[in-house]
Nanobody, 119 residues
Framework: QVQLRESGGGLVQPGGSLTLSCAAS????????MKWYRQAPGKERELVASITNYGNTIDYSDSVKGRFTISRDDDKMTVNLQMINLKDEDTAVYYCNADGLKNGLGIFWGQGTQVTVSS
């Protein structure tokens, strides 16, 4: 089982930057595809970035492509989301997700961290 804890959220002005971190505890972290989702008020949860185990494949939603960068460090059991040129519409609660289904493992979520982009 994997436990996830996000950090790094906060208030930032439009055009600013933030880096979110997700620290995992448990076992077999390197067997999980890691993802960042976000959910804005009144909207469905949205997948914004994903990185497969060992970092072979990285994908982004069109809304964040070119502005967000996902990375993972399997030794430290962390996954980061670097966000630049933030926009008002990036305001949301951001969730870290560990997806181990393809390896016969479970799916785990962090508690979320709030990102607010506002002047």
């Amino acid at each position: 089982q994997v436990q996830l804890r996000e950090s790094g959220g906060g208030l930032v002005q439009p055009g600013g930057s933030l880096t979110l971190s997700c620290a995992a505890s448990g076992w077999a972290f390197s067997s999980y595809h890691m993802k960042w989702y976000r959910q804005a008020p009144g909207k469905e949860r949205e997948l914004v970035a994903s990185i497969t185990n060992y970092g072979n494949t990285i994908d982004y939603s069109d809304s964040v492509k070119g502005r967000f960068t996902i990375s993972r460090d399997d030794d430290k059991m962390t996954v980061n989301l670097q966000m630049i040129n933030l926009k008002d519409e990036d305001t949301a609660v951001y969730y870290c997700n560990a997806d181990g289904l393809k390896n016969g493992l479970g799916i785990f979520w962090g508690q979320g961290t709030q990102v607010t982009v506002s002047s």
